[in-house]
């Protein structure tokens, strides 16, 4: 997944973020199958489940059966065709997710070769908030940082500047 683009920054800004909002001692449900984010946080004392890579448009089982007090969702939503589902299912009262922002100079992704990995949504933050607040969910902090990348060009450019991640920490009405 990660061949020569290891993304350091968008791990270093989400362990950070995880890091200020929820103590090691409260157990999380990660959406996905494991990554090499849900190792980082396992590596930094976290105790992680993953769901088992059902389709979360259909599939809720993991997130009705799981005891954590905690979910999170790093770039999860936007492959979902109705992600207000499954988080009105969730069971925990903590929510930290991550979505890439929707970017006015670049079209949605779309792998040609990986039908799990497209985007459906590229939200704006203020999409996202709303798709949250319909959810049962109150944002508590949030913070956007940009993706810049080493490469000649005007997209590169613009990258170094445009934020490219939305993270946030939601609590269950």
Same mark, same amino acid.
């Given at each position: 997944?990660?061949?020569?683009?290891?993304?350091?920054?968008?791990?270093?800004?989400?362990?950070?973020?995880? +890091?200020?909002?929820?103590?090691?001692? +409260?157990?999380?449900?990660?959406?996905?199958?494991?990554?090499?984010?849900?190792? /980082?946080?396992?590596?930094?004392?976290?105790?992680?489940?993953?769901?088992?890579?059902?389709?979360?448009?259909?599939?809720? #089982?993991?997130?009705?059966?799981?005891?954590?007090?905690?979910?999170?969702?790093?770039?999860?939503?936007?492959?979902?065709?109705?992600?207000?589902?499954? =988080?009105?299912?969730?069971?925990?009262?903590?929510?930290?997710?991550?979505?890439?922002?929707?970017?006015?100079?670049?079209?949605?992704?779309? #792998?040609?070769?990986?039908? &799990?990995?497209?985007?459906?949504?590229? !939200?704006?933050?203020?999409?996202?908030? &709303?798709? =949250?607040?319909?959810?049962?969910?109150? /944002?508590?902090?949030?913070?956007?940082?940009?993706?810049?990348?080493?490469?000649?060009?005007?997209?590169?450019?613009?990258?170094? !500047?445009?934020?490219?991640?939305?993270?946030?920490?939601?609590?269950?009405?």
């Amino acid at each position: 997944m990660y061949e020569n683009s290891f993304p350091n920054k968008r791990f270093e800004h989400t362990l950070y973020f995880l +890091q200020k909002h929820i103590a090691t001692s +409260q157990p999380i449900l990660d959406l996905g199958v494991e990554n090499p984010f849900s190792k /980082i946080m396992t590596a930094h004392g976290y105790q992680i489940e993953n769901t088992k890579g059902e389709d979360l448009d259909l599939d809720f #089982s993991t997130v009705l059966s799981s005891k954590a007090e905690v979910v999170t969702a790093f770039e999860i939503f936007e492959h979902l065709l109705a992600p207000f589902n499954v =988080l009105r299912e969730i069971k925990a009262d903590k929510l930290v997710a991550s979505i890439p922002m929707r970017l006015w100079f670049s079209p949605a992704y779309q #792998s040609k070769t990986d039908p &799990w990995d497209r985007h459906y949504h590229e !939200f704006e933050d203020w999409q996202f908030d &709303w798709l =949250l607040e319909k959810a049962g969910w109150k /944002i508590v902090d949030r913070t956007k940082f940009t993706n810049p990348v080493n490469k000649l060009g005007f997209r590169p450019l613009l990258r170094k !500047f445009t934020p490219r991640y939305y993270l946030v920490y939601a609590e269950r009405l």
